[in-house]
């Protein structure tokens, strides 16, 4: 069995900008910023009812002030959530675009030791087995994402290529899934 695994390959921007898009923790603060939006909204809901209790509204007022407020909340969820969307795109595709220009028109070289349990790409090292690791596997790509945090460390392993080099990418993704911090997730995206 061969020590080390190498492996070259060339990123497209698309491939880059979905690597970003899939990160975990991204895809955290989206989600929490989304459930943030709407427990506000509710609240402002509620509190909205309770001081419309405390007019002298007769039944059928209060039930369309009840409708009237739930028609502008509702509309106005929808738009911030709307707005918090585009904002949130454009940011990840930002960021991606400006950390692609880095690696821009650069073939990478990614190495993986086996004895040291270390992948190196382009002279960067990577440890992975102290770090939860998370690889999706989508069509055209691997993503792998080292750790939790923003800006822990990630790799884009696209699957194009002649046999020699898929087959260096399964046996890479093979010995990575032995380790019990890794977690593979299949995507359709």
Known sequence: MQ?????????????YIQLFSNMPSLKFQKYKSVFTIVIINIVLYFLIMLY???????S??????????????GTLTTIFLLNFRKKYKKMVFDISKEKYQELRGDELNLTLDKNLNIITINNRNIPFIE????????????????GKKIYSNKVLIPKRGDDKYKNSVNELIDYLSKFKNVKIIESNK
């Open 3 to 15: 020590d080390n695994l190498g492996i070259n390959f060339t990123l497209q921007e698309k491939d």
């Open 52 to 58: 419309a209790k405390s007019l002298d509204f007769s």
């Open 60 to 73: 059928g007022q209060f039930a369309i002030a009840n409708l009237v407020a739930l028609a502008v909340l």
């Open 131 to 146: 770090e939860d690791t998370l690889i999706i596997n989508t069509p055209k790509n691997y993503f792998i994402y080292f």
